[in-house]
Structure formats: structure tokens, C-alpha cells
């Protein structure tokens, strides 16, 4: 990229020096030639400032350090010192709430993170924690930029060491628009939230050159790290979409569910949808035959705010729901099994999936519903040996320590360890209420009966009518819908069409609920 001009001090007045200015910001803004920017578009990809302009609200984005350059030298660097080093920063404002974000340039060195690049990028991180607004990053990058060498690298560290900072201070939010490699991966991994487009955008520590050579797999881009393998395989990508467009519009979207930052709560919006609708549709959609799978999606559907759900990690552990949604105008979570995946039991992907997102929502004050219709963590020797105690640790870890309100409903079967972990009364849910189709017990009647009358059984003449006899008193004694409400560990047992009115005013109850922690640096939570 050619530099302006620039006139002398003795010959130009402020007119002239004004004139070189808007030069120079007209230079910046179209990037260093219309035919990177046709390349760009060549890919399906779009340029950093339209993607800009597609994230914020019209004519609000203040861009800080336009006129930035490196003053690196070797390797023709010299030679080439366009504005802006490759990577956009600045602010503006989504549905009128101030939002930061930097978006790398792929046509100028590949959106390669050089000294200066990252010392932006540094700059707008730190804006946006002291400012206490939401942070999105558009990657699209080539990793560190080699002819700085260790420079680079240190500009990554620089950007963890502040992802981190903003943990549970600020919303952050990764959206992949192109490749992303190397160390330049663990970024979007200490955020919030990932987006990712298919086809156009991957991630992967090592590439599948290097995959090729060490190990002799042959392996496409996109087969080892495209958005389909992070959304539904590895579970780094929280969602996936076809086009940059609808992306970076459901980006949008879930900003409007976030509040700015952990001192804050959600924004509410005004209700349409009656608080008191009944939804006797329930009783439709969920079989009171515990052995017959249902969809929990519809589930939540029918509850909240004219059926609205942001479900996050769709596509991976799908034996558990984690979603955002509405009710009364209040963003809510909701955590629920799902029958229709593995009869909805808890494993090793589902407690990581759902004990991430409780975190997340108690950072931001975003209360949280837990639907229950659970058998049991699912058995096996993959499942014990991948460490399913661990695991299932961090979903309990979450919410002990969360002290958002809180509030759990039993539809059908919540059975031993799986029923406690999933937001029990006893490990500190606001309100749990249960439908009379619910059945709480260590494990399943069939089970039970097995175990507490083998002998019985095994001596009866006839064993099965035995056995069936037995199922039928336990079931009798221990598992009717009020056992656990006569114990005090249900604090109602209500009627399903009446579940979304149960709800809207519990959490209006809770919506002043505080909660004093224990002095300390911080927790251990299992790993």
C-alpha cells in the first residue's frame, strides 16, 4: 500500500492538513486493494468492516487506532506497513447497548497477529472491561504472524491473560469467519460463547499437514476442524451456520439475552404472551409412560414467551438441553434432559455441557430452571474409565456454587445420583417443584425390586409374578408422586397446565434473592 503524499509544513495550512487527513482515513477504510477485497468475496467470505457493519446498529461504530502501523523491519516488512496492521477495533452499540469488538483483516497479511495488532487488540480488551460492555471478536486470522517472531507469540499471551481477566466480568463472544490455528485456538476457548461458519471457518491446533506427517492420517480442513466437527463432535463451537449473515444476525440475537457485564442483570423486554396461559398441551406431550421418549424441546417451548429458544450446544450431548429463553419479559436458562437422546441419562459430555452453562449463567445473574426427567448416569466401562465421577463433579460443583434463584421441576422419572446432581433441594435449588406424573427413588422400581426382594423372588414358585408383585409394592411405597412432597423435599406437586404461571411468579418471588459466599480466592472445582 502506497503511503499518502504528505506537503510540507510551509506550504499546506489547516485546510490542506485536514484535506491529507480524509485522505489518509479514505486509504484505511478501503484496505489495501479492491482486488484482496474480490479474493475476499471469492470465498464466500466478507470483508472486516461488513462484518462490522452487519454486527452493530447502523452508523454507531467509533473505530479506535485506524491509522495504527508496525514498525517491524526484516523480511520486506519494511516495505509494507498498510493502516489498521490487519485487525479493526472499536465500539458501538447493538439494539442501542454498547458493544466492543475487533475483527481481524484477512486481506492484509492474511489477518496475521503481528506486535502492533496485538497491542490494538490488547487496547480494546481492556475498554471493554473498563467500560463493563460485552466483547465480540470476528476471527478471521492466519495465527501469528512469522516475520516477527517472538513478538507475535507474546501478543497471544497478552489476549489469553485478558480473556481470562474478563471471565465471568463481561460477556465474550468468538465468532469464526475463517481459519484459525495453532495457539491462536485458545482464544475463542476462553470465551463465553463460539460461533462458526461452515465451509469458511476452522479450528485446529495443528493442521492436517502436520496431522499427515506425524501421525500418517489424511485429513481435510474442515473434516478435522470445521464447524460441524466443533459443534456436534468436540463441543468447542456453540453453534454453526451456514452463512455469515444469519451468523453474525444470531450473534446479535443473543446479545439481547446477556446483560453488559456481571453486575448487571439481563435486559427485560415487555410480555406479550399471557403469564397466566394455561398449558394443558402438557399433558399431551409428555406420556405419563416413563419408558416413552418425548421431545423436551417442545417442552420448553410450550413455556416460555411465545416459544422462543436460543438453545446453545444443539448439536452436541444432546441427551441435555442447556437454552436461553424468556418468561414474563426475564431471560431465563433452562437445563432439562432429553428422553429422545439416550433416554435423557447424564454422561460425561452432558455434565461438561450443562455444568458450563449453569457457570455462565450465574456469572451473569440469568436465573435458572431445571427441567428433570433423568434414569441415571449412563452406565459403562468408557464411561467410568473417561471419568464419569469427575465429570459428574463439575456439574454438581456448578450448581452448589451457583447463587442465582434456582428453581427445579420433576415431569417423570429422577432417579439416585442423577436426581440429586440435576438442582435437588438438597444441594440448594430456590423452589423445586414436581408433576404428578413424577417418580423420585434411588433407582427404578424394576431395579429396586431386584436388589431389596432377591430372595423372595428367587424362592417364590413362580419368580416373574413374584417379581412383578414386588415391583408393583415398592412402586406403591416408595414412588408415588407425593412421597418426596411429604417429606418435605418437594415444595409442591402441580398441576402441568399450570406450570408456566408456577414459574413467571416464583421467579418474580426470587428475582431479589441474595446469597453471602464463603470468603475465599476462589473455589477448586473439579477438573
Not at 4 to 12: G, M, N
Not at 183 to 198: E, H
Request: aromatic share 6%; with cysteine.
Amino acid at each position: 500500500m502506497n503511503d499518502i503524499p504528505r506537503a510540507s509544513a510551509e506550504t499546506v495550512d489547516a485546510y490542506g492538513r485536514v484535506a491529507e487527513l480524509h485522505a489518509v482515513r479514505a486509504q484505511a477504510l478501503a484496505g489495501p486493494s479492491e482486488r484482496a477485497t474480490e479474493a475476499q468475496h471469492a470465498k464466500g467470505k466478507l470483508t472486516a468492516r461488513e462484518r462490522i457493519a452487519l454486527l452493530l446498529d447502523e452508523g454507531s461504530f467509533s473505530e479506535v487506532e485506524q491509522l495504527r502501523r508496525h514498525r517491524a523491519t526484516g523480511f520486506g516488512l519494511e516495505a509494507k506497513r498498510p493502516y489498521t496492521d490487519g485487525v479493526i477495533t472499536g465500539w458501538g452499540r447493538v439494539e442501542g447497548r454498547t458493544v466492543f469488538v475487533y475483527a481481524h483483516d484477512f486481506r492484509i497479511f492474511g489477518g496475521a497477529l503481528g506486535e502492533a495488532h496485538a497491542t490494538k487488540i490488547h487496547k480494546i480488551m481492556d475498554m471493554a472491561i473498563a467500560a463493563g460492555a460485552p466483547l465480540v471478536s470476528l476471527n478471521d486470522g492466519a495465527g501469528a504472524r512469522i516475520q516477527e517472531g517472538v513478538s507475535a507469540l507474546a501478543g497471544y499471551g497478552g489476549i489469553f491473560q485478558r480473556n481470562t481477566k474478563a471471565s465471568g466480568v463481561i460477556p465474550q463472544i468468538s465468532v469464526m469467519l475463517g481459519p484459525c490455528a495453532g495457539g491462536a485456538a485458545y482464544s475463542p476457548a476462553l470465551t463465553d460463547f463460539v460461533f462458526m461458519v461452515r465451509e469458511t471457518s476452522q479450528m485446529f491446533i495443528t493442521g492436517p499437514d502436520v496431522v499427515r506427517a506425524v501421525t500418517g492420517e489424511e485429513i481435510t480442513q474442515n473434516g478435522l476442524g470445521g464447524a460441524d466437527v466443533h459443534a456436534g463432535t468436540s463441543g468447542v463451537a456453540h453453534f454453526a451456520y451456514d452463512d455469515e449473515e444469519t451468523c453474525i444476525a444470531e450473534v446479535r440475537y443473543l446479545l439481547s439475552m446477556l446483560p453488559q457485564n456481571n453486575r448487571e442483570y439481563p435486559p427485560c423486554v415487555p410480555c406479550t404472551d399471557p403469564q397466566t396461559r394455561r398449558t394443558e398441551v402438557l399433558l399431551d406431550l409428555v406420556p405419563a409412560d416413563g419408558n416413552r421418549p418425548y421431545d423436551m424441546v417442545k417442552v420448553i417451548e410450550e413455556l416460555v414467551d411465545d416459544g422462543d429458544v436460543l438453545e446453545v450446544h444443539e448439536r452436541w450431548a444432546r441427551n441435555i438441553i442447556c437454552a436461553l429463553g424468556r418468561l414474563g419479559g426475564q431471560v431465563v436458562a433452562l437445563v432439562a434432559n432429553q428422553p429422545q437422546s439416550l433416554a435423557g441419562v447424564l454422561d460425561i459430555e452432558a455434565s461438561e455441557k450443562a455444568a458450563r452453562f449453569v457457570q455462565m449463567c450465574d456469572a451473569f445473574n440469568i436465573p435458572i430452571i431445571t427441567l428433570l426427567d433423568v434414569p441415571g448416569f449412563l452406565p459403562g466401562v468408557d464411561q467410568e474409565h473417561g471419568g464419569i465421577i469427575r465429570h459428574g463433579a463439575k456439574l454438581l460443583y456448578a450448581y452448589c456454587n451457583a447463587t442465582v434463584p434456582r428453581i427445579s421441576l420433576i415431569l417423570r422419572k429422577a432417579y439416585g445420583g442423577a436426581y440429586i446432581v440435576m438442582d435437588s433441594q438438597s444441594i440448594g435449588a430456590d423452589l423445586t417443584y414436581a408433576w404428578p406424573t413424577n417418580e423420585i427413588a434411588v433407582m427404578g422400581a424394576e431395579g429396586a425390586a431386584n436388589v431389596i426382594f432377591r430372595k423372595q423372588i428367587a424362592d417364590a414358585e413362580d419368580p416373574e409374578a413374584m417379581r412383578e408383585r414386588m415391583v408393583k409394592e415398592y412402586k406403591a411405597e416408595l414412588m408415588h408422586p407425593y412421597y418426596a412432597a411429604e417429606r418435605g423435599l418437594v415444595d409442591d406437586v402441580i398441576d402441568p397446565a399450570q406450570t408456566r404461571e408456577v414459574l413467571i411468579n416464583s421467579l418474580a418471588m426470587l428475582r431479589s434473592k441474595h446469597a453471602d459466599l464463603p470468603s475465599r480466592k476462589h473455589g477448586n472445582p473439579p477438573q
